[in-house]
């Protein structure tokens, strides 16, 4: 997964946000049209275009069944049964394309989300620096220290729980982009903190799990490491044409997506 979010990073953020990151429009509009324009060249060329079209057909045969004999019991649940059956094979018919569209799609997203779903912490804000270790880890991971950047300032000490989870009230004391060092027995684990200035990818999560690839901001923490995860508050950017957060940008994306790939399926010659 470290490997993954790395790759994918560096390939989209020299792709996205080509005008800088407050111009979040033309992403959340280019993207989820080619995104839409993709699927449909994936549907077209890894999907039977001829039994699609067939299936359709049948279906729409037996919907005119039930309105022309919609007085004979029998012949109406017999025409249904058969649409249901044709609607099981047309189900069918689109599992492959959508198995093929499915990683691309989903890496386009985490990274349209990563760019311009949050925002960063304001100066003069505290928030609280979440470490959480595997209960499994060995005894040396109980050593744990923080490192505070120059900018920040720990505003508590730490509090650890009986569950293997540590916070640390840590203060943003001016803008910049700062690295946090958490060190655990012997091992230094990074976790970046934005504070004010421009808009642009903020870190929000450095995750052990396979979710870590929803969370491209940052590396994933390297499998078998005694640390589940490092996190910092997430603070969701407003945007005026979509909802905030990763909800609503996931959202607009798909949906955008889906309209462009049926407006333009005929342009295409794609049968769905």
Same mark, same amino acid.
């Given at each position: 997964?470290?490997?993954?979010?790395?790759?994918?990073?560096?390939?989209?953020?020299?792709?996205?946000a080509?005008?800088?990151?407050e111009?979040?429009?033309?992403?959340?509009i280019?993207?989820?049209?080619?995104?839409?324009?993709?699927?449909?060249q994936?549907?077209?060329?890894?999907?039977?275009?001829?039994?699609?079209?067939?299936?359709?057909?049948?279906?729409?045969?037996?919907?005119?069944?039930?309105?022309?004999?919609?007085?004979?019991?029998?012949?109406?649940?017999?025409?249904?049964?058969?649409?249901?059956?044709?609607? =099981?094979?047309?189900?069918?018919?689109? *599992?492959? !394309?959508? %198995?093929?569209?499915?990683?691309?799609? @989903?890496? &386009?997203? +985490?990274?349209?989300?990563?760019?311009?779903?949050?925002?960063?912490?304001?100066?003069?804000? =505290?928030?609280?620096?979440?470490?959480? *270790?595997? !209960?499994? %880890?060995?005894?040396?991971?109980?050593? @744990?220290? &923080?490192? +505070?950047?120059d900018?920040?300032?720990?505003?508590?000490?730490?509090?650890?729980?009986?569950?293997?989870?540590?916070?640390?009230?840590?203060?943003?004391?001016?803008?910049?982009?700062?690295?946090?060092? @958490?060190?655990?027995?012997?091992?230094?684990?990074?976790?970046?903190?934005?504070?004010?200035?421009?808009?642009?990818?903020?870190?929000?999560?450095?995750?052990?799990?396979?979710?870590?690839?929803?969370?491209?901001?940052?590396?994933?923490?390297p499998?078998?490491?005694?640390?589940?995860?490092?996190?910092?508050?997430?603070?969701?950017?407003?945007?005026?044409?979509?909802?905030?957060?990763?909800?609503?940008?996931?959202?607009?994306?798909?949906?955008?997506?889906?309209?462009?790939?049926?407006?333009?399926?005929?342009?295409?010659?794609?049968?769905?």
């Amino acid at each position: 997964m470290q490997t993954y979010n790395n790759i994918a990073s560096a390939i989209f953020d020299f792709l996205l946000a080509p005008f800088g990151h407050e111009i979040a429009l033309f992403d959340l509009i280019v993207w989820p049209v080619l995104m839409g324009i993709g699927a449909l060249q994936v549907y077209k060329y890894t999907s039977n275009q001829g039994a699609i079209a067939r299936v359709k057909r049948q279906i729409s045969m037996h919907l005119l069944e039930i309105r022309l004999f919609r007085d004979d019991i029998a012949q109406v649940l017999v025409s249904t049964l058969k649409i249901i059956a044709k609607n =099981v094979i047309y189900i069918a018919h689109n *599992l492959t !394309p959508m %198995a093929v569209m499915l990683i691309p799609m @989903v890496a &386009l997203m +985490v990274q349209l989300v990563a760019h311009y779903a949050y925002e960063s912490a304001q100066p003069g804000s =505290v928030e609280l620096l979440h470490l959480k *270790l595997d !209960p499994n %880890a060995a005894a040396s991971a109980l050593d @744990v220290s &923080l490192e +505070v950047p120059d900018g920040t300032s720990l505003d508590a000490p730490a509090v650890r729980t009986a569950d293997g989870q540590v916070f640390w009230r840590v203060k943003a004391d001016r803008p910049g982009d700062y690295v946090f060092k @958490v060190t655990v027995g012997d091992e230094v684990y990074e976790k970046g903190w934005a504070v004010g200035g421009a808009a642009r990818k903020i870190p929000v999560k450095r995750l052990r799990s396979w979710e870590a690839v929803l969370y491209p901001g940052e590396a994933a923490i390297p499998s078998g490491a005694p640390v589940v995860s490092l996190e910092l508050d997430m603070h969701t950017r407003p945007l005026d044409f979509v909802w905030d957060g990763e909800l609503g940008i996931l959202m607009w994306a798909m949906v955008l997506s889906l309209v462009a790939g049926v407006a333009l399926k005929d342009f295409f010659g794609v049968t769905l």
